[in-house]
């Protein structure tokens, strides 16, 4: 298993380009999440999926959208980048079945660094 | 909303110690989870260790272990014999188990970065 994968590992780019990172899991796990990392910040999600064809929202929405066409795949978009989007974004995926904590506990990618000029 | 706080942003230790990293978090939910991250330089997340609220035994991995105080709400990291490998960023969070569609979302906290040194 490749378990999360995630291209690129880094990108520049500038203000109001347009880009999608990728992001794969071969766990056939039902959930995946992006999440940002700021310095002093910890994670936040960003956007999540609980199956394909099933998105929504989570904390820092604004900027970013998602679609889910496969259980493997679930690409973060970014529409007009802006200076904001400079940050470390991971996804990660888990299960959400009935098995608790153990099924639950999600697993994340290498991450992507990007920079926004 | 479920918060997580982690009030020590830099610690040391040195190799072989014992360090214990502190986390709190505030919720109403009776039944939730509980997970500690570990972060090294390569940015990789990398899970070190989970516990569920309706257990009360404290999960062990190996040298790591948490004490879990449910009614204080306290969920603190133990790293027994340091090693220069725990060089890291270590984030705890909060899953709170409910409908489908937030039952995974997980609440971080802001981190500790843990130096070993010889």
């Known amino acids: 298993n490749a378990g999360v994968t995630q291209t690129p590992k880094f990108q520049v780019l500038k203000t109001g380009q347009s880009m999608t990172l990728q992001c794969a899991q071969d766990?056939?796990?039902?959930?995946m999440s992006w999440y940002r990392q700021d310095p002093g910040m910890g994670l936040r999600l960003i956007h999540y999926?609980?199956?394909?064809?099933?998105?929504d929202q989570g904390e820092v929405p604004n900027g970013y959208n998602v679609s889910r066409s496969t259980t493997e795949d679930f690409p973060l978009r970014l529409l007009s980048a802006a200076p904001s989007q400079t940050s470390v974004y991971f996804c990660?995926?888990?299960?959400?079945?009935?098995?608790?904590?153990?099924?639950?506990?999600?697993?994340f990618g290498p991450g992507t660094r990007l920079l926004v000029l | 909303a479920q918060t997580v706080t982690q009030s020590q942003p830099e610690m040391s230790v040195q190799e072989a110690e014992t360090v214990t990293l502190s986390c709190t978090y505030d919720?109403?939910?009776?039944?939730?989870?509980l997970f500690w991250y570990k972060q090294p330089p390569s940015r990789q997340m990398i899970l070190v260790i989970r516990?569920?609220?309706?257990?009360?035994q404290n999960a062990t991995e190996n040298r790591f272990s948490v004490n879990f105080q449910k009614a204080a709400k306290s969920f603190s990291l133990k790293i027994s014999d340091s090693q220069l490998g725990d060089t890291a960023m270590y984030f705890c969070?909060?899953?709170?188990?409910?409908?489908?569609?937030?039952?995974?979302?997980?609440?971080f906290g802001t981190g500790t970065r843990l130096q070993v040194t010889l």
């Open positions: 990660a995926s888990s299960y959400l079945g009935g098995g608790g904590y153990l099924s639950k506990t999600q697993y």
């Open positions: 766990m056939n796990h039902e959930y």
């Open positions: 999926s609980v199956g394909a064809g099933i998105t």
């Open positions: 919720t109403s939910e009776n039944n939730y989870y």
């Open positions: 516990q569920e609220a309706y257990k009360q």
């Open positions: 969070a909060f899953m709170a188990p409910g409908n489908t569609g937030t039952a995974s979302k997980l609440t």
